[in-house]
């Protein structure tokens, strides 16, 4: 596996998948100054959660490599970028940097660019997610969702539905395109069973 010298936006929350897209704002100023560095070298910022909230705290084991793609340069040196995901990627080490941002050593992950679920499988996700979408109150075109191949639905509904860290990097490790399915699945059932309770995010402990 290619490994490779990163530098890292440990974001919690907020996870990326191969393929998509996420738009970020970028206010602090040592992010300015890895989005400065990205651009003038080969555009790479990885995403990674950390696994508690402080400076310097520790990371999970897995994010994912992103391309900045569109850039737009704002007063007080702020960036809007889009991020367009690349690889996931294996936590080795930190660095020791001079650099105001955090960096590691990454190894890139394989992932199968053509992963496909079964019928089963994905009528399956369409019958919880047509579910999970009336709980919640959402509004979905269904025709879009049906024309997505299933590695931009599966990835896509991970990337943005509405769970707890821990739930997100879970999605983000499974395995392969069945299992990420089958676990996003449970999600949405657990959560669509609290919901209406007074703390709605999903938790996995």
């Known amino acids: ?121 994905r009528a399956a996700f369409e019958h919880e997610a047509r579910a999970f979408a009336d709980a919640q109150g959402y509004s979905v075109d269904w025709d879009s969702v049906a024309r997505l191949d299933d590695v931009s639905l599966i990835n896509g509904v991970s990337q943005i539905a509405p769970f707890d860290a821990a739930a997100k990097q879970a999605l983000l490790e499974a395995d392969d395109l069945s299992a990420r399915c089958e676990l996003l699945m449970q999600l949405m059932r657990f959560f669509s069973r609290r919901h209406g309770d007074e703390d709605d995010s999903v938790t996995l402990q």
């Open 1 to 121: 596996m290619e490994r490779s010298r990163l530098s890292i936006f440990p974001l919690s929350g907020v996870i990326l998948f191969p393929g998509l897209q996420l738009p970020l704002h970028i206010f602090e100023p040592r992010y300015s100054a890895m989005v400065r560095d990205a651009l003038a070298r080969d555009r790479r910022i990885a995403m990674i959660q950390p696994q508690a909230p402080g400076e310097g705290a520790p990371l999970f084991a897995i994010g994912c490599v992103g391309r900045i793609g569109e850039v737009e340069a704002l007063e007080d040196e702020r960036y809007n970028i889009i991020l367009e995901g690349e690889h996931r990627f294996r936590l080795l080490r930190e660095l020791d940097v001079a650099t105001p941002f955090r960096q590691v050593e990454g190894e890139f992950l394989a992932d199968e660019e053509f992963e496909s679920l079964s019928a089963v499988e």
